[in-house]
């Protein structure tokens, strides 16, 4: 089983240019995150989205831009990339509500805006 | 503001000994959830506890949530390498749309 899977692993951006983060999952899960992690500061909920076609505000939401257009995609967007978006990003899904089922995580993506 | 802080943040222990890191917070979570975290990976759950005072064990793992089900604590019995990595534990908000994570305590275990 391939989980969730995130691509691109590794990204340089410079100032003000734009990009977009896959994540996929095949587990048939309703629920889907992004999440930032930086370090001393845990993970940090960016967007996220309780099924096909809706999309939430997390804590972290400001500069970026999500989608779900279809149940095992989720897209973060980055419009105009600045250097305090340099991050590690998490995709993550679940089953139902995420009292009652685990996170799965994907490996991350490793951005750096310059 | 960080709703679970966790403690310490870095611990490094030689193979063998005994360790507790401490997930705290304010405010009430319905259940409380332990993940670890290997580099260059996402974090996997360990374990989730639901029930104030609820004790659970994973082999050597201990994890306890308070009475008042607002902190919990991780303990592991004679740490192994293998036991190196990030742990962060989680609480859901209110609607249970989604999680907060604690800080993370980072583990070391030297041979």
């Known amino acids: 089983n391939a989980g969730v899977t995130q691509t691109p692993k590794f990204r340089v951006l410079k100032t003000g240019q734009s990009m977009t983060l896959l994540c996929a999952q095949d587990?048939?899960?309703?629920?889907m995150y992004w999440y930032r992690q930086d370090p001393g500061m845990g993970l940090r909920l960016i967007h996220y989205?309780?099924?096909?076609?809706?999309?939430a505000k997390g804590e972290v939401p400001d500069g970026y831009n999500v989608s779900r257009l279809k149940k095992q995609n989720f897209l973060l967007g980055l419009e105009s990339a600045a250097p305090s978006q340099t991050s590690v990003y998490f995709c993550?899904?679940?089953?139902?509500?995420?009292?009652?089922?685990?996170?799965?995580f994907g490996n991350g993506t490793r951005l750096t805006v310059t | 503001t960080q709703l679970l802080e966790q403690s310490p943040q870095f611990l490094s222990i030689q193979e063998g000994e005994n360790l507790t890191v401490y997930c705290n917070s304010s405010s009430v979570f319905s259940s409380l959830q332990w993940y670890r975290q290997e580099p260059g990976e996402g974090p996997v759950l360990l374990v989730t506890?639901?029930?104030?005072?609820e004790v659970k064990k994973l082999k050597r793992l201990t994890f306890q949530f308070g009475d008042a089900r607002k902190d919990s604590s991780l303990h592991i019995t004679a740490a192994q390498p293998g036991d190196t990595g990030l742990y962060l534990c989680a609480g859901p908000e209110n609607t249970g749309n989604q999680f907060y994570f604690g800080t993370g305590t980072s583990l070391t275990v030297i041979p």
């Open positions: 587990m048939n899960h309703e629920y």
């Open positions: 989205s309780v099924g096909e076609g809706t999309t």
């Open positions: 993550a899904s679940s089953y139902r509500d995420s009292l009652n089922s685990p996170l799965h």
């Open positions: 506890v639901v029930t104030g005072g």
